[in-house]
Nanobody, 116 residues
């Protein structure tokens, strides 16, 4: 059984940073394209970032709105995906979800709130 569990969210002031984690079980994250998706209040799903399989030739993908502020990474030994969020803006407020190659599996999401 595949499970994805996000953590690391919370309340942060504009300009602050958070590190989101996605702990996986039931499959190996190094063998999958791993993705982050978010949904702001009242908005639709928005693609954030993706990382290729270990040893893959693809460069990490970042949506334009990340503006160099986000970093996707993976710890294969821990079977965990990460998203480092830096210089956060109020418009980054959203539920953040990790998901897999063809969006087959999703975590329950973790809330990031950027506010003064």
């Amino acid at each position: 059984e595949v499970q994805l569990v996000e953590s690391g969210g919370g309340l942060v002031q504009p300009g602050g940073s958070l590190r989101l984690s996605c702990a996986a079980s039931g499959f190996t994250v190094s063998r999958a394209i791993m993705r982050w998706v978010r949904q702001a209040p009242g908005k639709g799903l928005e693609y954030v970032s993706a990382i290729d399989v270990a040893g893959g030739i693809g460069e990490p993908y970042y949506s334009k709105f990340t503006e160099g502020r986000f970093i996707i990474s993976r710890d294969n030994a821990k079977n965990t995906l990460y998203l480092q969020l830096n210089r956060l803006k109020s418009e980054d407020t959203a539920m953040y979800y990790c998901t897999t190659t063809r969006f087959e599996y999703w975590g329950q999401g973790i809330l990031v709130t950027v506010s003064s």
